[in-house]
Nanobody, 121 residues
C-alpha cells in the first residue's frame, strides 16, 4: 500500500519561510504528477502547486513568485519551498500523487494526511 507523509509545517511569522516535504512509502515504479493542496478553515481544498514527472510545474496565482515546488523522482519525494509567507497562507497543506504505479496495483490518486502551516501577522 502506498502512503504519503507530509512534514515541515510550523508556526511562522509573516514574511518568513518554510519548506514542506512529502515522503512516499511502499514499492513504487512511477508517479505521474505530484502536488500540494491546502485547506484553510471554512474553505474548500485548493491547488497550490503541481509538478509532473518531467518537471513541468503549475502554481496557483496566489503563490506564484513566492512558492517553489520540486521533486526527487529517485526518492519519490516532493517539496514545497514557501517564501514571503502571508497570514492568508495559513492552512493544512496536503500532498497528492496522481497515477502511482506499484508492482501489484496502480492507484489513481493518493493523499497524505496533511501538515499545518500557521502564519502569524
Amino acid at each position: 500500500q502506498v502512503q504519503l507523509v507530509e512534514s515541515g509545517g510550523a508556526l511562522v511569522q509573516a514574511g518568513g519561510s518554510l519548506r514542506l516535504s512529502c515522503a512516499t512509502s511502499g514499492s513504487i515504479f512511477s508517479i505521474n504528477a505530484m502536488g500540494w493542496y491546502r485547506q484553510a478553515p471554512g474553505k474548500q481544498r485548493e491547488l497550490v502547486a503541481v509538478i509532473t514527472s518531467g518537471g513541468n510545474t503549475n502554481y496557483a496565482d496566489s503563490v506564484k513568485g513566492r512558492f517553489t515546488i520540486s521533486r526527487d523522482n529517485a526518492k519519490n519525494m516532493v517539496y514545497l519551498q514557501m517564501n514571503s509567507l502571508k497570514p492568508e497562507d495559513t492552512a493544512v497543506y496536503y500532498c497528492n500523487a496522481e497515477k502511482v504505479t506499484t508492482p501489484i496495483h496502480t492507484y489513481l490518486e493518493v493523499w497524505g494526511r496533511g501538515t499545518l502551516v500557521t502564519v502569524s501577522s
